[in-house]
Antibody, heavy 120, light 108 residues
Framework: QVQLVQSGAEVKKPGSSVKVSCKAS????????IGWVRQAPGQGLEWMGE????????KYTQKFQDRLTITADESSTTSYMELSSLTYADTAIYYC?????????????WGQGTLVIVSS | EIVMTQSPATLSMSPGERATLSCRAS??????LAWYQQKPGQAPRLLIY???TRATGIPARFSGSGSGTDFTLTINSLQSEDVAVYYC??????????FGGGTKVEIK
């Protein structure tokens, strides 16, 4: 079973960027995708994008296309999600989750979540 | 983008009853549908994938059915530990992967 451990909570100012990490253990890192899902306070789940190791590339939802970067470092089995030009609406819990190697699948295991607060 | 709609928004049931949660897709997703359970303060947990296959360690009282655009998650003999929000997610047409808005299950 793949386990995912995320970095700690962040407080950021509007207009800045945040970078959240997700370290995977178990399984073969290059054989699965790592997706990122966010949840605003009291709201539902919103898929942002994923890094697909077998392609060495990320796919994003159009909403975040211009300010989201998802990467992965196979040597440290860590994925990173960087969101720029933060606004108050980006205050949310950000989750990483494991999907299957070709991407576009259900999400089998999840990180514990990282709270990002955007505040002046 | 495929829109997923869940109903009802809230379900209030007594222990031991059967809970039926619905999920509808704006277009066919074949059988590429998953269900997740999210308890308060926790990350989501995969319950069901491929419409009806239980994930590892999920009790048999959870079952899924449906195809195309209409899907159901059934919780037989509801227990207090099943209090949570349940989300459906399609993975037939992506990006993006899309989730329903969730159904909150409460115990009377």
């Amino acid at each position: 079973q793949v386990q995912l451990v995320q970095s700690g909570a962040e407080v950021k100012k509007p207009g800045s960027s945040v970078k959240v990490s997700c370290k995977a253990s178990g399984g073969t890192f290059s054989s699965y995708a790592i997706g990122w899902v966010r949840q605003a306070p009291g709201q539902g789940l919103e898929w942002m994008g994923e890094f697909i190791s077998v392609f060495g590339a990320a796919k994003y939802t159009q909403k975040f296309q211009d300010r989201l970067t998802i990467t992965a470092d196979e040597s440290s089995t860590t994925s990173y999600m960087e969101l720029s030009s933060l606004t108050y609406a980006d205050t949310a819990i950000y989750y990483c989750a494991r999907g299957f190697e070709g991407g576009g699948s259900y999400l089998e295991s999840w990180g514990q979540g990282t709270l990002v607060i955007v505040s002046s | 983008e495929i829109v997923m709609t869940q109903s009802p928004a809230t379900l209030s049931m007594s222990p031991g009853e059967r809970a039926t949660l619905s999920c509808r897709a704006s277009q066919s997703v074949s059988s590429n549908l998953a269900w997740y359970q999210q308890k308060p303060g926790q990350a989501p947990r995969l319950l069901i994938y491929d419409t009806s296959t239980r994930a590892t360690g999920i009790p048999a009282r959870f079952s899924g059915s449906g195809s195309g655009t209409d899907f159901t998650l059934t919780i037989n003999s509801l227990q207090s530990e099943d209090v949570a929000v349940y989300y459906c997610q399609q993975y037939n047409n992506w990006p993006p992967l899309t989730f329903g808005g969730g159904t909150k299950v409460e115990i009377k």
